[in-house]
């Protein structure tokens, strides 16, 4: 199967600290992968390395099989996103900082714009002014912005921060549809962990700027306790190996 998203190695550090330390990750076309961790993981900084928003102190990015540099980055306009709290010309309607995104990748998305805003519930709202938006509808209009061109690859960050339980269910079936349809590689990220063992088809938690766990659907599936059980688990472990080793030696 192809590989939508490669990283080797991929290291950032920031006044000597490593944010992001000694990344490898492959992930397939098509596939819904779940980041967790918790504050200060490295989540989000992983994802500014993939969309180039930082470069990488070290270690190589490929995406759609191109590789990312800061000379050519023409892959990203495949590349859908949501990174923290969406910003919008709040002066402007929705349409209208949708068609300037649009505009921005290929004109030919505008066409896009009625169908995207229907689909995110905001259907009706396309003239209105981001002014006017509450909080829940313009995180809606993060996510039709990254969506409305149709991306190969989406990176969303916390793409339900202010949703209601509402929100979130069509944010969830939104993206299911989209991996269904357009076999949509998905990078997500989200504190609401419940929600994203319901999307996910394989999950990799972060500590410390490092990968220190991966679970797929079928681990997932044997596991008798909550994600959430098992996330917590799996981070007190990373925190206290020597006394996990004695507690398992006592057992």
Do not use: W
């Amino acid at each position: 199967m192809t590989n939508a998203i490669v990283t080797e190695n991929v290291s950032k550090t920031i006044d000597q600290k490593k944010i992001v330390d000694d990344i490898s990750i492959q992930v397939a076309q098509g596939e819904i992968l779940g980041i967790l961790g918790r504050n200060g993981a490295g989540k989000t900084s992983l994802m500014k390395l993939l969309l180039n928003i930082i470069s990488p102190s070290t270690g190589t990015i490929q995406l759609l099989d191109k590789t990312v540099t800061t000379q050519d980055n023409s892959v990203l306009g495949e590349i859908g996103c949501l990174i923290e709290t969406p910003v919008f010309y709040n002066q402007l309607s929705a349409r209208e900082n949708l068609e300037i995104h649009c505009l921005y990748i290929d004109e030919k998305h505008c066409e896009n714009i009625s169908e995207t805003m229907a689909l995110v519930g905001l259907g009706g709202k396309e003239n209105e002014l981001v002014s006017s938006f509450s909080l829940g509808m313009k995180q809606r209009l993060g996510i039709a912005r990254a969506i409305v061109t149709k991306p190969k690859i989406l990176i969303l960050d916390e793409p339900i921060n202010g949703l209601d339980p509402i929100g979130m269910i069509d944010v969830r079936n939104i993206l299911s549809e989209m991996n269904q349809t357009y076999q949509t590689t998905i990078l997500i990220s989200s504190h609401i962990i419940t929600e994203l063992s319901q999307i996910a088809s394989r999950i990799i938690i972060m500590e410390e700027g490092k990968i220190i766990r991966s679970l797929d659907q079928i681990e997932l599936e044997r596991e008798e306790r909550s994600l959430e059980e098992v996330f917590i688990e799996i981070i007190q472990n990373y925190q206290n190996p020597a006394k996990n080793f004695v507690n398992g030696e006592s057992q």
